[in-house]
């Protein structure tokens, strides 16, 4: 924590479906660190359709989440939630991404901007008091709430990217995975095509940010599960902490003991507890198309070599990342 009052913001960003539920559980479990998931997603998700938290209670009967709004706004009640969504459309869609850049080029962004990065300031100074921890792990993942994050005043933030392949990506968003949220539910899929063009974006509009100056490292899904620990001690040197090896020894080789946390929106693993193997998703290997690989592989070649994937193929050769 830095000595002016300062929240320190680890903000990790990406794609859906790179793991950033996973990266964001291992940073919680670190003393110092609190995890809260897709923070943006507070407002619908939480107080306006009051869904589960990750500690398997309602948003409104969490006590977490209760002292967070308490600590905030002197409760949610006091926010108009309406209003902040609404903000939030007129500022962090990826169209507004070059203005956040430059914000001052039009003054009535300029006002609704200072307007939503108020509130969100409050947000994070209200987990940091509700938790006592020097650091807020953000896994908002989208470039829009990357780039308001960075103009929040008040917030220290340090961007992890994380990227995963691209194939591993568009495969799992084809797959049928229940929604935690809604019984009956499945989560959002979409067309491998759709995906990879979307993968190329994010991750795309990411690497700017760190141009504009966001200190931002990058980490590839592949490595972490490869080398949790040796990936783990990256990330908390690139965020200036240090943690003592045994408060550490959540996280083995292969496997991560997971504790209850708080996680707001995110996917199903947000609420699992216990022992939980530390293994690479490869199955898009043997269950993507021959067609969407070709696909998937054009779309994003760019962006696969320039994070040292191998290129895209259409065949069946491993492509491991370098
Ligand atoms: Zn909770």
Redesign the pocket.
Known sequence: MTDDGAVDVAFIGGTGRSGSTLISRVLGAVPGFCAVGELFHVWDHGVRRDEL?????R?G?????TRVGAEAFGGWDQVDVAEVLGLHRGVARVRHLPLLGAPRLVPSFARRLERYTSIMGRLYQGVRAASGCGVVVDSSKVPGSAYTAWRVPGIDVRMIHLVRSSYGVCYSLTKELPNPDYRHDLMPRQSPARSALEWSGFNLSLDVLGVLGVPAMLLRYEDFVAQPRAQLDRMLEFLGRRADPAALAFLGDDRVELR?????AGNPMRSRSGPEPLVADEEWRSRLPRRSKWLVGAITATGLARYGYSLPYAGSRRMTPV
């Open positions: 938290c990750g500690c398997g209670v948003f009967a969490c006590p977490f989440w209850r946390t708080h996680l707001i």
